[in-house]
């Protein structure tokens, strides 16, 4: 009998620095995922103001991308580093689901999107809209998103969906993410890290979190939620080999 093998292609994010929206967009795009798609992507949302930049640098030594969203039209031009957690500022928009979900249709019936994309986005979403609800003890349906409602984390999910799906790798292992400890400040006081949003993905999701001595959160409610909703397993094969790999760089700077 000739021995068949089947050599399987798969995603796998290191989560061991954190993760956050804008870092998972620039490591995919470091990966080679489609520029121009997401541009278009971008220019589909229809939304005023709004451009991203991405560049070449390096932290600590090492070289990645670094990717920013810039909207302009609110207390002057303000960048949107979706770091900033649970702090809410006054000039980001609230926004409930069923209106982020309209915004996302406007792209793909701009056929900006594919339905792939389009579902990968709603699902990441949809994700952190649970655990907020669950977070606040309201309905789904009746959260404001605060950081997650603003235009820079539409971009950046819908961004990441639409990279996601130019690679077409339907596997993703994330082994597990790195966390930060100490408290954040928020509109609701101290809140203990991992922030309730983060803890309550991990745990409908079974992500495993390593909490580190590292003062700070390293793990944004939206880097959770997309790694709930693409991951398909925990762990790596017992040998692989590396085809391509890509370096997002994030905006904080833990040392």
């Given at each position: ?19 956050s ?40 030594s ?27 500022h ?19 019936n ?5 339905p792939r ?14 655990a ?36 077409g ?27 309730p949003?983060?803890?309550h ?21 939206t ?27 994030g ?5």
């Amino acid at each position: 009998q000739p021995l068949i093998t089947i050599f399987m292609k798969y995603l796998y994010f290191d989560g061991s620095c954190g993760i956050s929206g804008d870092m998972t967009v620039a490591a995919l795009l470091g990966l080679g995922a489609s520029r121009k798609k997401l541009d278009a992507a971008i220019a589909g949302l229809g939304l005023e103001g709004v451009h991203v930049h991405v560049e070449h640098a390096s932290s600590y030594s090492i070289a990645g991308l670094s990717f920013a969203v810039h909207v302009h039209g609110h207390d002057a031009d303000h960048v949107h580093s979706h770091e900033e957690g649970y702090v809410e500022h006054h000039h980001h928009e609230h926004r409930h689901l069923s209106e982020v979900y309209e915004i996302l249709d406007r792209a793909a019936n701009a056929g900006a999107v594919t339905p792939r994309a389009l579902e990968i986005a709603k699902k990441i979403f949809r994700i952190i809209a649970e655990a907020e609800a669950k977070a606040h003890g309201v309905p789904v349906e009746e959260v404001h998103f605060h950081e997650v409602g603003a235009v820079d984390s539409i971009v950046d999910i819908l961004a990441v969906a639409v990279l996601a799906d130019d690679l077409g790798i339907e596997n993703c292992i994330v082994t597990g993410l790195n966390e930060g400890s100490g408290f954040v400040e928020t509109q609701h006081g101290q809140l203990p890290i991992p922030v309730p949003a983060v803890a309550h993905i991990a745990e409908a999701a079974g992500i495993v979190l390593h909490i580190t001595e590292t003062k700070g959160e390293m793990v944004t409610p939206t880097g959770a939620g997309i790694v709930a909703a693409l991951r398909t397993q925990e762990t790596l094969p017992a040998s692989y080999k590396i085809l391509k790999s890509g370096v997002g760089l994030g905006k904080r700077d833990f040392g």
